[in-house]
């Protein structure tokens, strides 16, 4: 059946992971094996501490990266525990300053000679809006995107002569994809994430061996040191009651108010309030933050991760306790139908659109049921 006037656009297909491009033998993967080598930035928490542990239970050896050495301390033992002291490295290295990484890679390969996995995962969160928050915006920038950029252009042009397969996997967000209003600055600094892989990807396929591939690792709603940390912030300072910051809920078609304190605004919710719009619990000025039930852990987020890599995945994104898969491809499709329809931008927090894209959320999902 075809769905539009072109006879070249291939019939649409259900997503089904077993007709994933080049499935790999689940139990022999050439890049996730024993005795390989997973260099992860971002490694002493979160995401990037659970990729570790998960990692170092398969049987590589580690090498963690990060900032904040007490944290990276903590996270080399925990991940020796598993995998044993030698096949352990941590490295103080702030991803923003060249140097530091050059130092990383100079030494990874001359300890083990290769980087099989290589995790550009190392991520902050400050808030910058479209015309405030300045030295936010180049923090932010200087970690999200520059981060990102010393590591992919200091590691790829060794790893592209190596002989084994290996995989760089850059850790953008849905908010670098929909755009969510409220924090511009992180938006941005996804947006750019998404941008270069894709661009990664591309120029890595143009190579005549073509061994390394590039992936873009889309966390849903993970809790974490960021995503708790925010909370906590929203909380400390929060002087609203009514559980929506500044009063203008954002309920989604699932009736979920979207909770994750790393996205935004309209729904600006609800850190702080003690009581959510859907009824969960979230923290307050007196408790501390514990995982809200929409929340993924990290573990969950990282194994979900390694399947979708092991099967070859460019985009891998991920959902959440809140927010399905189908509901994710729908906002992406409604985003890009913004500049396809003509509509204003992000019409999906346009209250003459709301309506709208209620009804079109609706009507897709019941027709994928
Ligand atoms: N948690 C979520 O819901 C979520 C959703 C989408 C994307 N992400 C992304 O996932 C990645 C991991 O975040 P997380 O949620 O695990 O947060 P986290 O705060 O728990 O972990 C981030 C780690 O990065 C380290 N870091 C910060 N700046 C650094 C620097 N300059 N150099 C080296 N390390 C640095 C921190 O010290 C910390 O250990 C980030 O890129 C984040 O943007 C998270």
Do not use: I, M, R, Y
């Given at each position: 059946m075809s769905r539009g006037p072109s006879p070249l656009r291939p019939p649409f297909t259900p997503f089904?992971?077993?007709?994933?491009?080049s499935p790999i033998d689940r139990e022999v993967h050439p890049v996730i094996h024993v005795g390989r080598v997973a260099v992860i930035t971002?490694?002493?928490?979160g995401i990037g501490k659970a990729a570790a542990l998960e990692l170092a239970k398969q049987g590589l050896r580690i090498v963690l990266a990060d900032v904040n050495e007490e944290q990276l301390k903590e996270a080399a033992k925990e991940t020796a525990k598993i995998v044993g002291e030698s096949n352990v490295l941590a490295m103080r290295t702030d991803v923003s300053v060249l140097e530091d990484v050059v130092r990383l890679r100079d030494k990874v390969f001359e300890q083990?000679?290769?980087?099989?996995v290589l995790m550009n995962n190392a991520g902050i969160g400050l808030r910058g809006t479209s015309w405030d928050g300045l030295d936010n915006w180049k923090q932010i920038f200087d970690v999200n995107v520059f981060g990102v950029l010393n590591v992919q252009q200091t590691f790829v042009p060794y790893m592209i002569h190596q002989e084994n397969p290996s995989v760089i996997i850059n850790t953008g967000s849905k908010q670098g994809i929909?755009?969510?209003?409220?924090?511009a600055a992180y938006n941005a600094s996804k947006a750019a994430v998404k941008s270069i892989t894709e661009g990664l990807a591309w120029e890595l396929r143009q190579?005549?061996?073509?061994?390394l591939t590039a992936h873009l690792f889309v966390p849903g709603w993970t809790w974490t040191g960021m995503t708790s940390a925010s909370a906590a912030a929203a909380a400390a300072s929060?002087?609203?009651?009514?559980?929506?910051g500044n009063g203008t809920p954002h309920t989604d078609i699932n009736g979920?108010?979207?909770?994750?304190?790393?996205?935004?605004?309209?729904?600006?919710?609800?850190?702080?309030?003690?009581?959510?719009?859907?009824?969960r619990t979230t923290p307050t000025k007196d408790s501390p933050p514990t995982k809200p039930a929409g929340a993924w852990s990290a573990e969950e987020t990282v194994l979900y991760m390694l399947d979708k890599l092991r099967l070859g995945q460019f985009y891998i994104i991920v959902p959440d306790n809140e927010t399905r898969k189908e509901v994710d491809a729908l906002r992406i499709m409604w985003a890009a139908g913004d500049i396809t329809e003509g509509r204003p931008a992000l019409s999906r927090w346009h209250p003459q659109y709301t309506a709208l894209f209620e009804e079109y959320m609706r009507d897709s999902l019941a027709q994928m049921q």
């Open positions: 089904n992971p077993d007709d994933a491009v971002g490694a002493a928490s083990w000679g290769e980087v099989s929909t755009n969510p209003p409220g924090n190579q005549p061996t073509n061994k929060s002087t609203d009651t009514n559980g929506n979920n108010a979207t909770s994750n304190p790393l996205t935004t605004t309209t729904h600006t919710h609800t850190p702080g309030s003690g009581t959510h719009t859907n009824g």
